[in-house]
């Protein structure tokens, strides 16, 4: 199976902020890589997936970037409802999936 | 809309097994994957493996294989997850989730809560 590889695993961060997130994949997983949030007692949420594209709805203060093994999460001028844990996913493995670790970014 | 439902919390001890069912509604059953993800309290998410609702067909993560198995009815548009050889770190919310591309629609979870 493809690793995961997140950090870091917690972000100290203040509102305003340029806050940004790395997930390393053990192989190329190409563009396939997907970004979610997920607030405490909620289900993940959809922001970025094919590494770079914003799903309908997420702000422009998110974006993603990298292809190949590396890859990057940017949160622009961080939000209050921005305080939450972000997970990668590589979906490129036809037949299994991948999460990272996680970070958690707190004030 | 998409609606997946998840059956309600189950205790389990140590060794049993335990089978979580997820109801699909809101779309073309057969035209989707359903995929399970697990989080223990305060951890990650962790995928455990999908299914094709349309073929059957499955892939599981490699640390589940043996112990996972994923079966639909097509009758019903419901899928189910069976974990057997329980452990105590098997304690987790179990979510199924309805990929478009990547997961968009998950449901609500299922706690599994496993304790002699």
């Known amino acids: 199976d493809i690793q995961m590889t997140q950090t870091p695993s917690t972000i100290s961060a203040s509102v305003g902020d340029r806050v940004t997130i790395s997930c390393r994949a053990s192989q190329s997983i190409r563009v396939w890589l997907a970004w979610y949030q997920q607030k405490p007692g909620e289900v993940p949420s959809l922001l970025i997936y094919k590494a770079s594209t914003l799903e309908t709805g997420v702000p422009s203060r998110f974006s993603g970037s990298g292809s190949g093994t590396e890859f990057t999460l940017t949160i622009n001028s961080l939000q209050p409802d921005d305080f939450a844990t972000y997970y990668c996913q590589q979906y490129s493995s036809y037949s299994t999936w991948t999460f990272g670790q996680g970070t958690k970014v707190e004030i | ?116």
């Open chain 2, 1 to 116: 809309q998409v609606q997946l439902l998840q059956s309600g919390p189950e205790v389990k001890k140590p060794g049993a097994s335990v089978k979580v069912s997820c109801t699909a509604s809101g779309y073309t059953f057969s035209a989707f994957y359903i995929h399970w993800v697990r989080q223990a309290p305060g951890q990650g998410l962790e995928w455990v493996g999908r299914i094709n609702a349309d073929t059957g067909d499955t892939n599981y993560a490699q640390q589940f294989q043996g112990r996972v198995s994923m079966t639909r009815d097509t009758s019903i548009t419901t899928v189910y997850m069976e974990l057997s050889g329980l452990r105590s770190d098997d304690t987790a919310r179990y979510f199924c989730a309805k990929p478009h591309i990547v997961l968009r629609d998950w449901g609500q979870g299922t706690l599994i809560t496993v304790s002699s």
